[in-house]
């Protein structure tokens, strides 16, 4: 993608050999309704620790697997209705979008992503091609940053806010690139973000203080596993909470997302007991955008050994079809796909997951998206992982990560061959 030189500087170093010769297109309605979908499953999945466990989180958090530590951090500060900031992982399997996974929370990869829109637009063959097609785009980064505007409303001040995003101890340097792009983007949209680390951390009259200055806003991007085993962090991120109560300084988002995010919260979708107490326009959500996800190594109806048995001898029946994965997992760490793997390999991968936060989920097969070697003419296969953002106002963007088959079945920027891709909508449903 000819498109290096019109990228902003920190993007352009960081991404700018990570990018997928062309734009992948959405058409503009398919994208409404795809947020609209998106939207109702956030509101089902927040729904299910009150509608199976009468409001119990700690038994939620137990039934999907979730370490006892990990729960009780998650849990700190929940209050069962977080906010509707997430990306949905989804394939398309060229009849419909499938998810993968459901990522609730304010540390999410890609927010920046719209920088790649820019810079094709500023190319005059590309701009020419765009205005007559109607293509468009969501700039993820100015959602996120009206967002964070909004929460600093609660803070008392008559001067500018100021906004951070936190990490945990020593994750800023393992990632400086990618925060250092993000930072490049909410600038562009009037945020100017401090980068810092939880344990940077003070408090002056219960107000987060970073340095010198109070801190209105943040960004939380550090995750409960990270905390786990740092007392200094889990008294910090306490007093942050405090802080946020009292409305001194808000904490966007809090943890309680990694809740609806694990995948075991699809998995309860796909459970007998879940499915009676849904609505029947909910049963076709799950059903056309939720592949048959299940949670490994316990019955969540009562704990019947026969049944978990069962499960069992269905996956291993199934293996080539399936996919094992971590219910809290990243970039692919923990994937174990069942057709690349010997039936002792998986056998043993079950083994290892009924004592874990693992599910087992129906393996979807991305339709291919063609791309063209400008420099060969030659046209190549690519399978496409796609990052749609969700937030009140339903779709608020998206980007894609894409690999070749012969590469490899996770698509993630774990493996060094994926790439990646700005996507466009656009208004005629018959451009092909």
């Known amino acids: ?164 995003l936190v990490e945990a101890r ?35 009259d219960g107000k987060a203080v970073l340095g010198d200055t109070p801190v209105d806003v943040i960004l939380r991007y550090f995750a409960a596993e990270q905390l786990a085993g740092d007392n200094a962090a889990l008294a910090i991120l306490d007093r942050l909470l405090a802080a946020d109560a009292a409305h001194k300084t808000v904490l966007f988002t809090h943890l309680e997302g990694a ?16 499915r009676s107490c849904l609505s029947v326009k909910e049963r076709k959500l799950v059903d056309r955008l939720v592949p048959w996800t299940r949670v490994i190594g316990r019955d969540l109806s009562g704990g019947r050994r026969k049944d978990i048995d069962q499960l069992r001898r269905y996956c291993m029946c199934n293996r080539e079809s399936l996919v094992l994965k971590r219910g809290l997992g990243y970039g692919g760490v923990g994937v174990v796909v069942g057709r690349e793997c010997t039936v002792q390999e998986w056998h043993d991968a079950l083994d290892v997951a009924e004592g874990s936060d693992y599910v087992v989920q129906q393996i979807v097969k991305p ?37 070749q088959g012969r590469h490899g079945s996770v698509i993630s920027y774990s493996n060094s061959q994926t790439r990646g891709a700005p996507v466009f909508t656009f208004r005629n449903r018959n451009y092909q």
């Open 1 to 164: 993608m000819t498109v290096n030189a019109g990228l902003p500087p920190v993007y352009r170093q960081s991404y700018g050999k990570l990018l997928l010769g062309r734009p992948i297109f959405l058409a503009e309605e398919d994208a409404i309704l795809l947020g609209a979908d998106l939207r109702m499953l956030f509101g089902l999945l927040i729904s299910l620790p009150n509608r199976l466990f009468n409001g119990n989180i700690s038994r939620y958090a137990a039934a999907l697997g979730m370490d006892s530590v990990l729960a009780e951090i998650i849990c700190r500060g929940a209050t069962g209705d977080p906010p509707l900031y997430a990306r949905a992982d989804l394939y398309h399997d060229g009849k419909s979008f499938r998810v993968l996974e459901f990522n609730v929370g304010s540390e999410l990869g890609g927010i920046d992503s719209a920088a790649v829109n820019r810079a094709l637009l500023d190319i005059p063959s590309f701009g020419r091609f765009a205005e007559c097609h109607g293509l468009a785009f969501f700039d993820t980064a100015q959602a996120t940053a009206d967002l964070l505007r909004q929460a600093a409303r609660r803070i008392n001040t008559t001067r500018n806010p100021v906004f951070a």
């Open 170 to 204: 020593g994750a800023l340097i393992e990632h400086e690139h990618v925060f250092l792009a993000i930072q490049e983007a909410l600038e562009r949209h009037g945020v100017a973000l401090r980068l810092a680390e939880i344990q940077q951390l003070s408090f002056t």
């Open 259 to 274: 809740l609806f995010a694990s995948k075991g919260s699809l998995g309860l979708l796909h459970e007998d007991f879940t």
């Open 367 to 403: 339709a291919s998206e063609q791309v063209l070697k400008p420099h060969t003419g030659v046209v190549e296969n690519w399978h496409a992982n796609w990052g749609v953002f969700i937030t009140d106002a339903g779709y608020s963007g998206a980007f894609v990560r894409a690999l």
